[in-house]
């Protein structure tokens, strides 16, 4: 693992033509699948499509067909929930090659995934998914497991991958870098690029006591390929407060200044509105996205940032 | 008819050519459902299949493990049989 | 310290109901406890999962009603978690538990719905794959009949029950008439799922019309086949199994074997 560790930004190239516009997205919901396709070019503000992988890495069916219209539309991302790069032992090679398949199917414009985990080795030998994504505790023997893991995916894929910065709930006593510093260590050793949630941060941020814009602060414009941005709810628990990040709701406006915070320091980088739970109309989508779109459109790039590369 | 005769070609060929101008007539009435890009549209099913997703849950899970109520569904629709009970 | 894999098989067992303790003093309390904390993700998993389940057993569900299908979802989920994050594939074991629960000596067609639904579920995911019509098979001469094999289309499943599980799924439906009843009574019901073109579709057969469809699936010849259902029922007419088969789209292609 050390060997590979030294040869920082393994598959590193020219910035792709498949990248994304630094526009606003959507979430593709199978809800919507109709009236995008109806409505076509009557609808400006979806610059491109992002779905969740494991929805798509069936063998055939009306999903994947539906998939492969919109594909020949938008720009289409890959945003991985169940690869749990965080897991201690191997990567499950099944599961990579599903995506590597899908990601040539569709030919993704971004490939992503979270710094988290969701599997947990079982006795048999397999994996128990959780379907959570959890956050690891942030130590050496966490960096040397994840970053051996994101450059696995990367040399099957054969591209850059995102990774995105988690929303927590729980931090462990033993760890011992903080989640930003973590997170560029990743992107140093690895090459890979970052997809930075503004609403995680957000999140985060009051589940922790964290300073949400010294963490966004720690973040260069050249590692980031893509920000999300999605509604959270509350949970109280006996009389307190924690934030759950369940993207059932709208964009809340203290996350719209930290996000218009975030363009004015890194300039325009390509944009989700994620909405995965009590799904609305579409146009209610649209109208989030028509929001991001006019806070890129007013961003001029920094001078000397050329954005991350995905490819 | 013994069970000899039935298999032989033209009693088969027979049940074929029946079951292949059935079958046409089906596939014709498919036909006309047909929508654009070669999928229909989405069936009553198709918006609800079981989706991974990246976004926890605010509900809780608060309840014990032990306890199962009866059902209380529509399956009081179902009557009949000998060991139904509502 | 705990390693990583340690940590991440007590919160595995944490998140499937078992005991927390082993994670006191490793997570942070700072004003929840680490119990409050871990139950989010219990939360998650649980929860999250029992919408997965409920997604695709949509009509048990509805015949158990929420509360039924969450405390039989919770200990199915705890007892048989995902082993791959692929949810659409999850459950394939969920009728099979739902048969060994006395809760449901009473409701014995419930996990026949459950294998009908999932059925339909693999059959919705099933590859691609050329479907057979009836023209495909007007060149083959008459008399070779015999020996025609097919290859089953990848979406073809086969369920069958002594219930009429088709009625109680259609009548479960959205959209299906609020005051239909099914008599049990109704009898066995003997189901082909098919997917000729986006749609899945359920077909009826006769019981022995299932027994010539497994033959032909698993590469028989017709002629062969419909000699062995004619072994235990004599007066079978193939003609009607057929004419279900091929205009439902069940077979992907077919040759002459010699």
Redesign the interface.
């Known amino acids: 693992m050390s060997s590979q560790h030294q040869s920082a930004h393994p598959v590193l190239g020219p910035i792709p033509a498949n990248s994304l516009p630094a526009r606003a997205g959507i979430g593709l919901k ?2 919507h ?2 009236e995008i ?1 109806e409505r076509g070019a009557d609808i400006r503000s979806i610059g491109w499509l992002e779905v ?1 992988s ?2 798509y ?7 994947l ?2 998939l492969t ?1 919109l594909c020949e539309r938008y720009p289409v991302s890959l ?1 991985g ?4 790069l965080g ?3 191997p990567l ?1 090679a ?2 990579l090659k ?1 995506l590597v398949d899908l990601e040539r199917r569709v030919e993704a414009s971004h490939v992503s995934e ?1 710094l988290s ?6 006795a048999q030998g ?9 956050a ?2 942030y ?1 050496e ?2 960096l040397d ?1 994840f970053c051996g893991h994101v450059e696995e995916m990367q040399d099957a894929l054969g591209r850059r991958v995102l990774i995105e910065n988690p ?1 927590s ?6 760890s011992v870098i903080p989640e930003p510093e973590f997170l560029l260590e990743v992107a140093k050793r690895s090459g890979c690029g970052i997809l930075l949630d503004v609403n995680n941060v957000y999140v985060s941020a009051h589940n ?2 964290f300073d949400a814009h010294a963490y966004l602060d720690q973040i260069p414009a050249d590692l980031v390929g893509e920000i999300h941005l ?1 509604g959270h ?3 109280v ?2 009389g ?1 407060a ?1 934030l ?5 709701s709208p964009v809340i406006d203290d996350v719209w200044s930290l996000y218009e915070y975030t363009i004015a320091r890194l300039g325009p980088i390509p944009t989700l509105i ?1 909405w ?2 009590n799904i609305p109309d579409l146009d209610v989508l649209l109208g989030e996205a028509a929001k991001a779109d006019r806070i890129l459109a007013a961003a001029h790039p920094p001078e000397e940032v050329r954005h991350v590369a995905v490819g | 008819m013994s069970v000899k005769t039935i298999t032989k070609a033209p009693v088969l060929a027979a049940a074929v050519a029946v079951a292949l101008s059935a079958a046409a007539m089906h596939e014709a009435q498919a036909a006309e459902m047909e929508k654009c890009y070669g999928i229909s549209k989405a069936g009553h099913n198709d918006c609800q299949t079981a989706n991974s997703s990246c976004a926890g849950t605010a509900k809780m899970d608060n309840q014990k493990d032990a306890f199962i109520a009866v059902p209380k569904g529509t399956c009081a629709k179902i009557v009949g049989g000998s060991t139904t009970s509502g | 310290m705990l390693p990583l894999a340690d940590l991440q098989s007590a919160m595995r067992d944490a998140a499937l109901g078992g005991d927390m303790d082993r994670l006191s003093g490793v997570i942070v309390e700072d004003g929840f406890s680490h119990t409050e904390r871990l139950s989010i993700h219990r939360g998650n998993t649980t929860i999250l999962l029992t919408e997965a389940l409920a997604a695709t057993f949509k009509v048990v569900h509805k015949l158990v009603g929420e509360d039924f299908f969450e405390a039989v979802a919770r200990l199915y989920i705890r007892a048989h978690p995902p082993r791959n994050p692929c949810l659409f594939e999850y459950g394939h074991d969920f009728p099979t538990y739902l048969a060994s629960l006395p809760q449901l000596d009473g409701f014995p067609y419930m996990a026949d719905v459950a294998r009908l639904e999932w059925g339909w579920n693999e059959a919705f995911h099933a590859a691609e794959a050329p479907v057979l019509s009836a023209s495909d098979l007007a060149a083959v001469d008459p008399d070779d009949y015999a020996q025609l094999a097919f290859t089953p289309h990848p979406a073809l499943r086969l369920v069958a029950s002594p219930y009429p599980i088709k009625e109680i799924w259609a009548v479960n439906q959205c959209g299906a008439d609020d005051d239909a009843i099914v008599d049990l009574d109704e009898g066995a019901q003997t189901l082909a799922v098919v997917r000729p073109k986006a749609q899945v579709e359920v077909l009826e057969l006769s019981e022995p019309g299932l027994t010539l469809t497994e033959y032909l699936a698993a590469g028989e010849r017709l002629g062969n086949a419909v000699e062995r259902v004619q072994t235990a029922v004599p007066d079978f007419d193939p003609a009607s199994t057929l004419a279900v088969l091929i205009g439902g789209g069940a077979f992907s292609t077919h040759i002459l074997q010699s």
Do not use: F
Request: charged share 20%; with cysteine.
């Open positions: 199978a809800q699948y109709q396709l969740h494991e929805n890495m069936c063998a055939g069916g009306p999903q067909n539906w219209a945003h929930v169940g690869m749990s897991t201690a032992g499950d099944k599961h599903r979270h985990w969701s599997i947990a080795k079982n397999g994996g128990d998914y959780l379907n959570d994504l959890i690891l505790p130590t023997e966490s497991v929303s709930y729980l931090r462990y006593e033993h922790h006591g999605a709810s509350q949970t628990i006996d307190r924690i759950i990040d369940d993207h059932g994620e995965d739970s």
